[in-house]
């Protein structure tokens, strides 16, 4: 019992470390940079973790990020590949709402929102907005039904 509490304690203790308030962040996450991220109260952030941020990510409060599931809000500019230039960063912001829950291995792309109660199913990937309460599966993402109650 002590074992347990003394590992929820590290984890809530790196959880402060990143984003400077009380969030659990399990093992082997990754956070870029974490001063583009802006995160509310009573998030879990699961095994492996990935958030990368070159502009901005707003997680609110009471948000689950499930293992492997991966926040990107930067690409490179396909207009570019054609030429000898080299592709620049294309940029846009991510942001989850209230009581989401990002399931395994799903990926959220640059300019998306996630809705209030949302769920996004395990491997799905996210380029387009999802309204609340809808729950999404597949590649690319399609809603498969709504949470009622």
């Given at each position: 019992m002590i074992i347990k509490y003394l590992i929820y304690l590290a984890l809530q203790m790196k959880g402060r470390h990143v984003f400077r308030k009380k969030v659990g962040i399990l093992e082997n996450s990754f956070v870029l940079n974490p001063k583009n991220?802006?995160?509310g109260d009573f998030c879990?952030?699961?095994h492996g973790v990935f958030i990368v941020e070159h502009?901005?990510?707003e997680i609110s409060s009471y948000v689950v990020l499930?293992?492997?599931c991966?926040?990107?809000d930067a690409r490179l500019d396909k207009s570019k590949f054609k030429t000898n230039e080299s592709p620049k960063?294309?940029?846009?912001p991510i942001k989850i709402a209230d009581g989401a829950w990002i399931e395994t291995g799903a990926i959220i792309l640059a300019n998306v929102t996630v809705g209030k109660k949302a769920i996004v199913g395990a491997g799905a990937v996210m380029t387009r907005d999802l309204p609340a309460y809808a729950?999404?599966?597949g590649n690319p993402a399609q809603?498969?039904?709504q949470i009622y109650g």
């Open positions: 991220v802006t995160i879990g952030i699961n502009h901005r990510i499930s293992a492997r991966m926040l990107i960063h294309v940029c846009g729950i999404v599966a809603i498969i039904g």
